[in-house]
C-alpha cells in the first residue's frame, strides 16, 4: 500500500486568472506555497494533506500528488521509466483507472497515444508482477494517473480529485449558461463584499452567485457535497480519517446573524431551479429569493453591501441590441436604487459595458471557460465615501 503520510511534490490546478485567489485559499489553510503559476500552485505535502485540500478548496480544479519526475524523450522512454513504478502498491488488482495527461513533446502529435503509453506501461506492470490486471477507461469516479510532459520533462502524478472540483457538487440543475462554482466562488472573493452586509443578486440564474455568497458566509466547504473523490481509490486509504476530515466542514460552519442576500430574477423556472440547488447546498433558508424583473429587486436601506449582476453578454445567450437596453437600465438601477452600495457587473462583451453609463473603480481580468471576462466594479455613493472592505480581496 502507498503511505498517504509521505511528503511529495502536489500541484493544485485551477482556470487561468484564478490562481491569485486560490492560494490566499491555500495560505488559509496554513500550507507553504513553493511556486505559484498561471495556472496552479505548487507545493509540498502527502495524500492526507491532498485529502483536506479537495475537501477545502472553492477555486481549484485538480490536486494533483506527484509519483515521479525523470526526463523523457520519447515514448518508449515513456514507457520504461512508467512500468518501474510499484504500481501494484497504488492501484487495486480487481481495481479500474484512468490516465489523463498534458502533453507538449515533439514526439507525441496525439496526447491520447501517451495516454495509452502509459496505460499499457501500467497494465503490464501488473501482469508480469501478479498475472492479473485492472479494468481501464475514460471514467474518473475512480483511481486517476495524470502525465504531465513538456519537451525533456515529464512527469507522474496520482491525480487525488477525479472529477473537477471546480463543480461544488450542490448544483442539480445548472439552467441557462451556468457560471462555473470555482469562477463564481473567485469572483466573490475579489469583490469587497464582507461576508455579513447584504448581498443583493438581481438576475440570478440558477442561483450559482448567491449560493456561493451563502457558502463564503457560513464558512460553508465544497467538501460537504461529495461523496467520492479518485484518492478513495488508492491502496492505503484510511476511510476513517477521511470521515473525520467532513465532520470537522460541519463543525466549522457559522451562524451569521441577519444576513441578507437577495436573489431575483423574471423568470419563474430559474427561480424554481435556484431555489432546488440552493437547498441541496443547505442555504435555502438564508436566501431570499423573488420572481421579478431586477428593476423591481428590493435593496435593504441604509446597509453598505454588494448588489452583483452577471448578465448575458451575447457570447452565448441573447441579442446584442436588446441587451444594450439592459445594460443602460441595470447602470440606471444601481445608479438611482443602490446608493452606498458598491456594485459588480460580471461580463465578456466590452460594447456592452460600456452601455451601463458608470465609471468602473476596478476593472478584475477572469476567463468563463475561454471568454476573456470583466468583473466591474463601481462605487455607488450615497453621501460621503465609505469603506467596506472584503479582507480577503485585498
Known amino acids: ?60 480544479s485538480q490536486i494533483l500528488y506527484s509519483l515521479k519526475s525523470f526526463s523523457c524523450n520519447t515514448p518508449d522512454e515513456l514507457y520504461s521509466v512508467v512500468s518501474q513504478i510499484q504500481w501494484e502498491s497504488i492501484i487495486e488488482k480487481n481495481g479500474y483507472f484512468s490516465v489523463t495527461s498534458t502533453v507538449d513533446n515533439s514526439t507525441i502529435n496525439n496526447s491520447l497515444f501517451a495516454n495509452v503509453k502509459v496505460k499499457d506501461a501500467i497494465v503490464d506492470r501488473f501482469r508480469s508482477k501478479l498475472n492479473e490486471r485492472p479494468d481501464s477507461g475514460p471514467a474518473l469516479d475512480r483511481s486517476v494517473i495524470n502525465l504531465f510532459w513538456k519537451n525533456e520533462s515529464a512527469e507522474i ?26 469562477l ?49 481509490h488508492i491502496l492505503g486509504f484510511d476511510k476513517e480519517n477521511f470521515e473525520t476530515q467532513k465532520q ?24 424554481n431551479i435556484s431555489k432546488i440547488n440552493a437547498r441541496a447546498a443547505g442555504v435555502e433558508d438564508l436566501i431570499q429569493f423573488n420572481v421579478c424583473d431586477f428593476e423591481a429587486t428590493s435593496i435593504p436601506e441604509n446597509e453598505n453591501g454588494i448588489v452583483f449582476f452577471n448578465p448575458e453578454y451575447g457570447e452565448r445567450l441573447g441579442d446584442e441590441i436588446e441587451l444594450e437596453k439592459t445594460y443602460s437600465r441595470i447602470g ?3 445608479k438611482k436604487n443602490c446608493g452606498g452600495y458598491t456594485g459588480y457587473v460580471f461580463t465578456g462583451n466590452f460594447n456592452l459595458a460600456k452601455k451601463i453609463g458608470l465609471k468602473p473603480t476596478r476593472k478584475i481580468e477572469f476567463y468563463n471557460s475561454k471568454i476573456d471576462c470583466r468583473l466591474l466594479e463601481y462605487e455607488l455613493y450615497a453621501g460621503s465615501k465609505r469603506t467596506n472592505t472584503n479582507p480577503e480581496a485585498e
Open 332 to 334: 440606471d438601477f444601481m
Open 157 to 182: 502524478f496520482i491525480d487525488t480529485s477525479g472529477e473537477t472540483l471546480s463543480k461544488h457538487g450542490y448544483r442539480r440543475i445548472p439552467g441557462k449558461a451556468p457560471m462555473l462554482e470555482s
Open 248 to 271: 470537522n466542514l460541519v463543525r466549522q460552519i457559522k451562524n451569521v446573524s441577519g444576513l441578507k442576500i437577495i436573489a431575483t430574477d423574471i423568470s419563474e423556472d430559474a427561480i
Open 1 to 60: 500500500m502507498h503511505s498517504f503520510n509521505k511528503p511529495s511534490h502536489v500541484i493544485v490546478t485551477c482556470s487561468k486568472r484564478l490562481t491569485s485567489f486560490l492560494e490566499k485559499e491555500i495560505n488559509q489553510l496554513g500550507f507553504k506555497i513553493v511556486r505559484t503559476f498561471a495556472t496552479g500552485i505548487a507545493l509540498n505535502g502527502t495524500l492526507n494533506d491532498c485529502i483536506r485540500l479537495n475537501l477545502n478548496l472553492r477555486c481549484a
Open 184 to 232: 463564481a466562488a473567485a469572483t466573490l472573493l475579489a469583490s469587497k463584499w464582507n461576508f455579513i452586509s447584504p448581498f443583493i443578486n438581481p438576475m440570478c440564474g440558477s442561483g450559482t452567485l448567491a449560493i456561493e455568497a451563502a457558502m463564503l458566509a457560513t464558512n460553508r466547504r465544497p467538501g460537504l457535497f461529495r461523496d467520492n473523490y479518485a484518492f478513495m
